[in-house]
């Protein structure tokens, strides 16, 4: 299993979650390796991965820096021509994101042999806890606004926790085209279009306890934009 952990400016978040990384691998005897791919990040968040390189050995951690912003989906492009593992996991490095629930997504793959496992905050027993309001009613005006206009068939479209076949991605990163914070909705319906199967898996989603949310006016513009690009062309 590789796991891709993009970063920016996360220095206070990265000790932490590449600990709940090791550890829930290690309980569950998972092979793994955990690819850090930041971006240029001006808070040392590479002079801490390089000392998580030497603790937990260059073999399980990976530093794969780029000189700057590049943003997500070609960090994921990046990362991926690193990973060796035959399943790839990305998740948040901001803490937002549980490792705890990476057996349960291995699990549901091999219950249903599916070519993508998401994660869910809006089924089942999942949940987003530290949120206000206003951001709230925009997680679920987004997906409410991409559940009628795209019909995706999975309930979490803007989550950026997922376990994929590695051939899967790399295929699916072949087709998107977006950027930010639509490339996450554009993988799925793109999964959907070629055929691949997606089970989902219920998650606690908790706001960032150090740092600043990347979530801006300007994001919220590009997202409806590609939204409405991915309703024109699918």
Not at 115 to 133: A, E, M, P, Q
Request: some cysteine; overall charge positive.
């Amino acid at each position: 299993l590789s796991v891709l952990l993009p970063t920016y400016n996360e220095c206070d978040n990265l000790p932490l979650v590449v600990w709940l990384l090791v550890r829930t691998f290690r309980d569950s005897g998972i092979d793994f390796e955990i690819i850090i791919i930041d971006d240029g990040s001006p808070d040392g968040t590479q002079e801490v991965a390089q000392q998580l390189e030497k603790i937990y050995g260059s073999d399980k951690i990976l530093l794969r820096p780029r000189a700057r912003k590049l943003g997500l989906g070609t960090a994921y492009i990046h990362g991926m021509k690193h990973a060796t593992g035959n399943f790839i996991v990305i998740m948040d490095a901001d803490l937002s994101h549980h490792p705890k629930f990476i057996p349960e997504f291995i699990r549901k793959q091999k219950e249903g042999n599916f070519d993508i496992v998401s994660g869910t905050r809006y089924k089942g027993n999942g949940g987003v806890y530290g949120w206000d309001l206003k951001r709230k009613l925009i997680s679920r005006g987004a997906n409410f606004l991409t559940q009628v206009l795209l019909r995706p068939g999975a309930s979490d479209l803007t989550g950026s926790f997922r376990l994929y076949r590695k051939e899967v991605l790399q295929k699916l990163m072949e087709k998107c085209v977006s950027k930010g914070y639509v490339f996450q909705m554009e993988m799925i319906v793109r999964a959907r279009q070629l055929g691949y199967t997606i089970g989902e898996v219920p998650i606690s989603f908790v706001d960032r306890v150090y740092g600043e949310s990347k979530l801006g006016g300007n994001e919220i513009v590009s997202f409806l934009k590609g939204l409405l690009t991915l309703f024109a062309t699918t």
